[in-house]
């Protein structure tokens, strides 16, 4: 449909880009249930978060203003490369991901929490993006997980002002 569009909209003048973008993390993912931001909420509660599984399966998580960046640049495109996976190349397992966020909340309270590891016996399913054409097209994601990590945690404690 979207191809469609393109090629009858203003004579073709349309550049259809296709992004499918990935895990994506930062300051403002407050108001979900997922990994980190409930992770965070945890911490910052003084309570221990729990990873229902063994947490050894593989995420890769993208800033949000690498992601912003990357949906930008593609305004600049004026080829057609087909679909374009934004997303992180750097996947590590959860439970390294949860133990760096304690790490964070260690370093900024002092106060020492370890995650309740539970080990499901459900399969692991990994979640990675070949992101071969974004890097070739757009360049590679730049801002480090812990930096980003660090960055949101700061402001989870703000708002939830402890």
């Given amino acids: 449909m979207l191809r469609s569009w393109a090629d009858d909209a203003a004579a073709g003048s ?3 880009q296709v992004l499918r973008i990935g895990h994506i993390y930062g300051v403002g ?3 979900y249930e997922k990994i980190i931001p409930v992770t965070l909420r945890k911490l910052i509660a003084g309570e221990r978060p729990v990873l229902y599984s063994d947490g050894r399966e593989l ?4 800033h949000v203003s690498d992601c912003c960046r990357f949906i930008l640049s593609t305004l600049e495109q004026t080829d057609e490369p ?3 996976n934004l997303a992180s190349d750097k ?3 959860l439970r390294e991901i949860v133990a760096l966020l304690c790490d ?3 370093n900024v309270t002092g106060q020492l929490i370890t995650p309740d590891i539970q080990g499901s016996p459900l399969p692991t399913l990994d979640f990675m993006f070949d992101t071969q054409k974004m890097q070739g097209l757009l360049g590679e994601d730049s801002i480090a997980l812990a930096d980003g990590l660090l960055e949101e945690y700061l402001y989870f404690r ?3 002002a402890v």
Wanted: no cysteine; proline share 9%.
């Fill in 14 to 16: 349309v550049s259809l």
């Fill in 29 to 31: 993912e407050d108001a």
């Fill in 59 to 62: 995420r890769s998580f993208l």
């Fill in 82 to 84: 087909g679909p374009i």
């Fill in 91 to 93: 996947a590590m397992p």
């Fill in 104 to 106: 964070i909340h260690r």
């Fill in 158 to 160: 703000s708002k939830l």
